[in-house]
């Protein structure tokens, strides 16, 4: 059974259809799967903001100040 119930058996309406997920289901899936989505970014975020700290205060200091000093730049070209 998955995590957003895509597996989940339905009873049969009186016709012998399926008639699938209840409404409140269909309604809360796209939030449940936001809350999962955002935990995971959440995770991704204090993982590299712990890279950054062991990286600034490390030897290697210097090499993430120049980092951040670097210029970067979205060129779209010459705009006529």
Same mark, same amino acid.
Not at 13 to 21: I, S
Not at 36 to 41: F, K, L, P, V
Not at 48 to 65: D, G, R, V
Not at 67 to 77: H, K, R
């Given at each position: 059974?998955? #995590? !957003?119930?895509? !597996?989940?058996?339905? /009873?049969?309406?009186?016709?012998?259809?399926? /008639?699938?997920?209840?409404?409140? #289901?269909?309604?809360?899936? /796209?939030?449940?799967?936001?809350?999962?989505?955002?935990?995971?970014?959440?995770?991704?975020?204090?993982?590299?903001?712990?890279?950054?700290?062991?990286?600034?205060?490390?030897?290697?200091?210097?090499?993430?100040?120049?980092?951040? #000093?670097?210029?970067?730049?979205?060129?779209?070209?010459?705009?006529?």
């Amino acid at each position: 059974m998955g #995590e !957003n119930g895509a !597996n989940r058996a339905y /009873p049969l309406d009186p016709a012998g259809t399926a /008639p699938g997920p209840p409404l409140i #289901e269909r309604v809360l899936q /796209p939030f449940a799967q936001f809350a999962h989505t955002a935990s995971s970014g959440g995770i991704v975020l204090l993982v590299c903001t712990a890279i950054a700290l062991a990286w600034a205060n490390s030897p290697w200091a210097a090499s993430y100040h120049h980092l951040w #000093e670097l210029e970067i730049a979205i060129d779209a070209g010459p705009v006529a």
